[in-house]
């Protein structure tokens, strides 16, 4: 049971999340940056995927190297959704010098480091930014006029997923070697535990959003037919 939580629920959730993505926005006339969800978990399911099978089956030594080719997506990814959600002055601006200074990260690091070490630093910078804007989402939906019910409202779920998930994270990647040491019935490290932990919360609240913009086309689509 233990094997099971450390090596395939977190591979499960993030699945369950991308044939939600496909149910759930199929035919979404909707622009982006919704439309992108899905490509987007195809490539992390890919990658999770080729990751834990590799590992299992000594396919691969490690797959560090794997997760940095990763990297500039997963940021990119990030960033391109918050510049469309975040409704305030030069937000894209702004966006745009992050990414630049992110792609500047990867690059540093991988030069100094070498591309087959993990970019744990990168990584905690990405996450602080990533930080930084859910508090600017949640600060611009305060500065609307119009009311808004933020429980049907998707990019809400994606923002609050993505805040609890990437606090984990960055706890996890600044505490990495001591939560190693610390495990659970001497088995399994709490770090793995906090990262299942961190990606049930996220792509459950993905889940959510996806329901949020399904119910919303079809209280449209359902509201036109009645004309």
């Not at 910078?125 to 006029?145: A, M």
């Not at 809400?156 to 960055?170: C, P």
Request: aromatic residues 20%; contains cysteine.
């Amino acid at each position: 049971m233990i094997d099971f939580l450390r090596l395939h629920l977190s591979l499960i959730v993030i699945w369950g999340c991308f044939l939600a993505s496909l149910f759930l926005l199929k035919n979404k006339p909707w622009k982006h940056p919704w439309t992108l969800f899905k490509y987007y978990l195809l490539i992390v399911v890919v990658v999770e995927t080729l990751s834990s099978v590799g590992l299992r089956f000594h396919l691969m030594a490690t797959s560090q190297w794997l997760y940095n080719g990763f990297m500039p997506l997963y940021g990119l990814f990030y960033f391109y959704v918050f510049a469309n959600i975040i409704k305030l002055k030069h937000i894209k601006k702004l966006i745009l010098v992050l990414s630049l200074t992110f792609l500047g990260a990867i690059l540093w690091e991988g030069f100094n480091v070498g591309f087959s070490t993990f970019f744990f630093r990168t990584l905690i910078y990405v996450s602080l930014v990533q930080l930084f804007l859910c508090g600017l989402y949640f600060y611009s939906i305060f500065q609307q006029d119009e009311y808004a019910d933020l429980l049907k409202d998707p990019a809400f779920w994606f923002s609050t997923g993505t805040l609890f998930y990437v606090a984990i994270v960055a706890s996890t990647s600044i505490f990495f070697s001591e939560l190693l040491k610390l495990q659970v019935k001497n088995q399994i490290p709490l770090r793995a535990i906090l990262v299942v932990l961190g990606n049930v919360i996220m792509y459950g609240c993905w889940i959510k959003s996806f329901l949020c913009i399904n119910n919303k086309q079809t209280y449209i689509t359902q509201s036109y037919s009645q004309r």
